[in-house]
């Protein structure tokens, strides 16, 4: 019995009193640091947060946005909301690092810090300008796209004084980080607020203070918000801008909101709304005069602003329009140039655009008619044909592009006119792109911003005068290259178009530049035609960029056998509307706006045959009710069906 028994498990050594007094007061020194650590990045954050990335708005916005100067107690109330959602992640970055101290050691956290930073500076120089924050869209793009020089420099505007200055503040952030680093060394050596009995309670007190207040403020910020324009309410303006805030409880405030009601009512009479159908008027007779067009020359600028373009800034424009057709309420097909032009040529909503990804021949159907009247095609002008594909659906050009600076256009366009055959030439005038440069022989409007002006300060909206003034100089040498243009044409025999790739807003909605928004200044543009056939008026009613490609073909006689969505300017319709894209880069479009008479509704979803509509408005971009007024909305909602009827065939 004995040889089968185990033999005795000799008891346990007591754990050495000085290894464990060791190791506690270790791990208590690390949890002090991150909680130091911790508390300082939050302060850090919430200093930049009202200090500058919201000082503007949150501050000096009152009057310049339009809302009233707050009360003091009501400034205060939005400051600690501008600083919680600091608070919050600072709370919740601690727990985790708790929770995994080997993982999120001080150096971790640091370098977490440090790249939110940088992601937060590129987001906000944006939002001051935009009001809309960088994307999933954005980001994919940023890892897509060529970045060459030309292209930051022409298409995105960015200087080396742009690429100083955020380089600058990358630095200023390390420096402050490290600072901070040392700083919650030094604390935790010294044991400043060193853990005291009944600390931990008090810990979890302050996690569940935080969560409650996240919570009341997002219910306090819904209840003052609630249908309002986020320019026209401070506490909107304060919660959209905020990169650190929580966005989920506004989401379910929201779903229970009056103007989701009232989106609600309004989809439901969408889908039961009828799709018109299609009018089809009877084709002018083109004049002899028309027949005699031996050239088309369709000028498109950038970011025309249909407001600043006046007779003080491109005087010879204001006056030579008079000889030719002006339509005061055209719309673009987009508000980005890829979108605009394009749906120049294709005479239809850029719903074919896939940037490279596509099965559908690049080519609009309108260049191959042209090509069969006898007319040459070809694009001079800036290199936007590289930008987001645009080239490859222009691939039926009977020439390819011709890549010039703003004034070597007028030699190219000289050479080719002087040439035999008929010719389709597209030029595209850059320098009215911000930055907004200029040659200083063209400085009448005064002050104007420097060259080098910081277009993401935190006060932009304090430059507006100045920033205009710049616009408006870029618009007068534009005005001088026109007059040098139409110098060496022949009108009897030329037909010439003058627009706008897109709009350009200059905080008339509180944003400015375009590609953020499908408000009126980023998507209408000035429209000028004067040649054989075109009387002298003016229509007022909406038209389009869709509507160019099938009126030059009534000019020239040449019939259109697969029904265009383009209405011609020479025809008689009972109703007219602008089908207008939201910028997606080298995506599908997901968001449509459709104008008819004082009246846009904008339609989103993945699949442009089956929309919802997400917003009403009225043509100064102000929410307007469904359900007061239902009827205004008839022919909207019609010309709405048309679009998705038509997308659902391409």
Known sequence: MTLLMKPATPPASPPDPQVRDAAAP???SAQHHRAWLCALLAGYFAANLAGRWLRWSLYAGHGAYGWEAPSRATSILQTLMVCLPAAFWAYLVYVAAKRFPHVLRGGVLLTLAFLTLVAIEVDLSWYQMSHRHVGWADIELLLTEE???????NHLGIRES???RTLYLFGVHAIALGGIGLLAAFASKKQWLARRPGQRRLGRGIGIALAAAVIIDSFLVASLTAGAHDTRNQW?????ANLLRIPWFDGIWTRFSALTADLNAANAAFVKSETPVPARPQPPNPAASARRIESIIL????????????????????????????????????????????????????????GRET?????SAYIDRLTGAGFESRFIGADVTNHRHTAEYMANFTHPPTIAEDWEILEHANRVLEGPGKQFVMLF??????????PDEYDAFQPEVPADFDYGAWNLREHKPGIINRYKNCALEFDAWLKRLVANLDLERTLLIITGDHGQEFFERGRLGHSSSLSEPQIRVPFVMVGPGVAPRTIEQVTSHNDVMPSLMDLLGVSMDDSPYGMSFFRSWPIRSATVAYNNHTNPV???AVVTEDAKCVLEGTDPADLRIARLADWADETVGFRAQPGRWTQNFGQAKRFMAFAGKR
């Open 299 to 354: 000028v498109t600028a950038e970011s025309l602003n249909v407001n600043q373009i006046d007779r003080d800034c491109m005087p010879f424009l204001h006056e030579f329009a008079k000889g030719g057709l002006q339509l005061t309420h055209h719309y673009s097909a987009g508000n980005c140039t890829h979108y605009g032009l394009l749906g120049l040529i294709y005479g239809e909503p850029v719903t074919f655009y896939r």
């Open 162 to 164: 742009d690429t100083s």
């Open 236 to 240: 909107r303006a304060l919660e959209r």
């Open 590 to 592: 997901k968001r449509w």
């Open 359 to 363: 099965d559908r021949p690049k080519g």
């Open 26 to 28: 270790a791990s208590a």
């Open 429 to 438: 005038y850059n320098d009215t792109h911000y930055p907004y440069p200029h």
């Open 147 to 153: 970045w060459t020089p030309h292209f930051l420099k």
